[in-house]
């Protein structure tokens, strides 16, 4: 599964129905002395109506005499549940348990053997993109599913365990105009009444959260070139949109058929585009379904918009290899699932695609971020349920992909793809864990891989290392300034370069305790020990070895320069490095000559902005701003040219955004403005993620007088891009305008997920929020109505911004009394905002200081 930025903020605050724990309430798996062996589910289908209805029949070998029978359902009304062998059909009751399980039994006991479980229900399909949902797009309703993680089981009786792998062989019936698609091929179809009945063929074994179906309006475009059939399915009139992918597909396809050594294993790959996912992408085999701007992208996307695309795919088909045929045991591996797909995807698109750089974006950059809270977990965990699952949201991905990256270098690329090889041919079509795959790997490298990687899985956080200038290195946890924690220790393999006599040399070192000495010379000019730039760590050297390597930057390739800035960041934040040395840093950066090392840098500046920026240093933060970036932007223009490289491309959007939102250079207000208006006119004149941030520049710089433009344009658009566009740029500041644009938001004219977006985005950019929490105290009703119910709980996190002590008690008179529910995102809230605050009183003097040198 890939999770969009929005899912990954609001992954483990999903709320759910709390079950009633009648009794074995810490029973939360199955038996296992019952195995289901085939299941057939017969489904009637209709997207234009609330509910459906079905039947199923599991085969089933009971291996000892039992009282019982345990299936999953939730929210399900289940009739006419027989339990049938060598003829003879005995009915069977329903009592629900906790975590969803049903028990059915008649009082007797069920001795071994084999039998036939039958069961008829009804249900209702979920309207929040979850389970088996419905979706209306374009005035035309759709059904289609999203079973990861434990959603099956509301829309089937299952054992929905990702263990239980068996054949499923479906049946759909549903109005004869509609496309009826599932994992397998359509085995045979017939028609009654204006009704089809589909029939599909038997799947491979697969565990239940890889089922997937889909009802509604389609049209299609065949992949070609792969070693099986494929199509990509839309929503009707949208298959013309899909040039992109369309070509690029089958390469990623036969790639990781190269890498792995076997052809893709199931008999077909469809794609389908989903509108109202809530998620970004899903691996089901035989009908992977992507969020429709993943698949519906034209035939010339570039930059970002490009390079994320073709990622997504490649770690939805990855995980063909690595979770559908390999599938980890319980949901305590999810991160591995994750991780590898994350990290082989990224490994192929690199390959593939180098123009994009994908290498450039590194994953514990993100990680670090989320895992740096002394609130962090383990990324392998006990899991008993869907909340359990999603709780560590994107850590799960980065901070694994991360692990597994190191692990890769450490025993070398040759040695992990046998390892990966051998491992997926060892444990295809069954479910494997952790431990397996560090047992494949050390017997194939000799090496202890499961001593280290333990370390990282089952510990939350990170170490920092300080390392003196003869290179003794001691490690503790790391935690930003202010925080406590208990301290841990990891297995840090260190790949460390360094300078002595004008001679860059490298050197690797495996600190296995609190301390130990890395092979360096005495007084070396300085030492960087996250060579390569992979580390899970921080680190510190003395600081006259710091200056030296920032003012020696070219020895150091791009993946490390952008470590470095990363590192600094987290100096910075556990108070051991000042702000005046950081803006150096930063400073040093934005002058690369690659535009991906000032990309994330250009990120940093933002943040600054951000915390530190108020009326009273605008005017000297504005000056270092024009001075450092202006030349730069007025190098490479804000239209995209035929010779720019990707790298640009991508660097270029943001770029704008920062002169235009703290520049004060006239010359970017006019070319955001004149793009604006091209942009607003016809969306495909220009690069979308430019023309996204000319509007929001133009509107934090307009008195308001275009904000009718920009709604106009919203309304008679037929561009979801510009449409979305738009709706994240309302910028302009007036108050009569935030309250108007605030009263649009939650109207009729803005989809749900984007209700957000004015009370998001207003309490973002304001300095004082009094306004939106006037207009808040009027509305807030209205807007819980609005927008989807699983961000109601945490609507305070969903309003941090502005950075001082007004704004706080803003927030806090807010909700501290409007509900229990909302107070432990408020806490997380007003601890962000509380460190903002001790940050910009303990660094905006010294961030003033940097600044001067600008007058
Ligand atoms: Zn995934």
């Not at 009915?91 to 028990?103: C, H, P, Q, V």
């Not at 979850?130 to 599913?145: A, C, N, P, V």
């Not at 109207?747 to 998001?760: C, E, L, M, Y």
Request: hydrophobic fraction near 40%; charge should be negative; proline fraction near 5%.
């Amino acid at each position: 599964m890939h999770i969009t930025r929005v899912a990954l903020a609001l992954a483990g605050l999903l709320l759910h129905a709390s079950a009633i724990y009648a009794e074995d309430s810490d029973v939360y798996r199955l038996p296992s002395n019952i195995q289901p062996t085939a299941q057939t589910i017969d489904l009637k289908l209709n997207p234009s109506m609330p509910d459906y209805s079905g039947s199923t029949v599991i085969l089933i070998d009971v291996q000892e005499d039992v009282e019982r029978i345990g299936i999953h359902q939730l929210g399900l009304e289940m009739s006419a549940i027989t339990l049938t062998s060598d003829g003879k059909s005995r009915n069977l009751d329903s009592t629900i348990a906790g975590y969803d399980i049903n028990w059915l039994s008649d009082g007797d006991t069920i001795a071994a053997g084999q039998y036939e479980l039958s069961i008829e229900f009804t249900g209702e399909l979920a309207k929040d993109s979850l389970g088996m949902h419905r979706s209306r797009f374009e005035k035309k309703d759709y059904i289609f599913t999203q079973f990861e993680s434990m959603y099956a089981r509301r829309a089937i009786p299952t054992f929905d365990e990702p263990s239980f792998k068996i054949p499923y062989q479906l049946n759909i019936e549903a109005p004869e105009a509609l496309t009826v698609i599932a994992n397998a091929p359509v085995m045979s179809e017939s028609t009654f009444d204006g009704w089809q009945r589909v029939k599909f063929e038997p799947t491979k074994p697969l565990p239940t959260y890889l089922i997937a179906y889909a009802v509604g309006p389609m049209d299609r475009a065949e992949i070609k070139g792969m070693s099986v059939p494929g199509y990509i399915y839309t929503p009707v009139g949208h298959a013309d949109e899909l040039g992109f992918v369309l070509s690029e597909t089958a390469n990623i396809v036969n790639a990781l058929e190269d890498y792995f050594g076997s052809k893709y294993p199931f008999q077909k790959l469809d794609f389908i585009a989903v509108p109202e996912f809530a998620f970004g992408a899903m691996e089901n085999p035989g009908l992977i379904t992507y969020r429709t701007d993943l698949l519906m992208l034209g035939d010339n996307p570039t930059g970002r918009t490009a390079a994320a695309a073709l990622s997504v795919i490649a770690h939805e088909v990855a995980h063909i290899w690595y979770g559908d045929v390999v599938t980890m045991q319980w949901w305590d591996d999810l991160w591995l699932n994750e991780s590898f797909a994350s990290w082989m995807g990224g490994r192929i698109i690199h390959q593939l695609y180098p123009q994009y750089e994908t290498d450039l974006r590194l994953p514990q950059t993100r990680a670090f971020a989320t895992d740096q809270r002394t609130s962090s977990k383990a990324i392998r965990k006990e899991v008993r349920t869907e909340e359990d699952s999603t709780e560590g949201g994107g850590l799960p991905y980065t901070k694994g992909k991360t692990l597994l990256t190191m692990l890769e270098n450490y025993v070398g690329a040759d040695v992990w793809q046998r390892s990966v090889r051998k491992y997926i041919e060892k444990f295809a079509w069954n479910n494997a864990t952790e431990q397996d795959l560090w047992a494949v790997v050390s017997a194939e490298s000799g090496l202890d891989v499961g001593k280290i990687a333990g370390d990282y899985l089952n510990q939350p956080g990170f170490a920092i290392l300080d390392i003196d200038k003869n290179g003794a290195v001691t490690q503790q946890r790391y935690v930003p300034a202010g925080l406590e924690a208990p301290d841990l220790q990891w297995h840090i393999p260190l790949n460390v370069k360094y300078k002595k006599d004008d001679k860059v040399q490298e050197t690797f070192y495996l600190l296995e305790g609190k301390s130990g000495t890395i092979d360096v010379p005495a007084d070396a000019d300085w030492i960087m020990p996250d060579g390569g730039g992979n580390g899970y760590f921080r680190w510190q050297t003395n600081i006259d070895q710091f200056y030296a390597l920032v003012d020696d930057l070219a020895e150091l390739d791009n993946r490390e320069k952008i470590a470095l800035l990363d590192n600094s960041d987290a100096l910075l934040n556990a108070n051991k490095l000042s702000l005046a040395d950081y803006m150096f840093v930063m400073n040093k950066m934005l002058d690369d000559p690659h535009p991906l090392v000032v990309l994330p840098t250009i990120e940093k500046v933002l943040l600054i902005g951000g915390a530190f920026i108020g009326p009273d240093n605008a005017d000297a933060f504005s000056r270092f701003i024009d001075a450092e970036l202006s030349e730069r932007f007025a190098e490479v223009g804000i239209d995209t040219g035929n010779d720019d490289s990707q790298a640009l491309i991508q660097m270029r959007p943001r770029l704008l955004r920062v002169l235009g939102e703290y520049g004060a250079d006239p010359a970017v207000r006019e070319a955001a403005s004149e793009m604006v208006d091209r942009y607003l006119e016809s969306p495909e004149s220009v690069d979308g993620n430019v023309g996204l941030e000319a509007l929001r520049v133009t509107a934090l710089n307009d008195d308001g007088g275009r904000y009718k433009k920009y709604i106009d344009t919203y309304l008679s658009s037929t561009s979801v891009d510009q449409q979305s566009s738009i709706l994240s740029a309302i910028y302009f500041k007036d108050p009569a305008i935030i309250t108007a644009f605030l009263d649009f938001s939650i109207s009729d004219d803005v989809p749900a997920g984007d209700g957000i977006n004015g009370v998001r985005y207003y309490t973002g950019i304001l300095s004082d929020h009094t306004v939106v929490y006037k207009w808040l105290e009027e509305n807030y009703d209205a807007l819980e109505a609005k927008v989807p119910g699983y961000m109601h709980a945490f609507m305070p996190q969903l309003m941090v911004g502005g950075c001082n002590e007004k704004n706080r008690a803003l927030l806090n008179s807010f909700f501290e009394n409007r509900g229990e529910q909302y107070q432990t995102s408020l806490g997380k809230a007003l601890e962000a905002t509380d460190s903002c605050i001790a940050r910009r009183a303990r660094d905006g003097d010294a961030l003033m200081e940097f600044l001067a040198q600008y007058n």
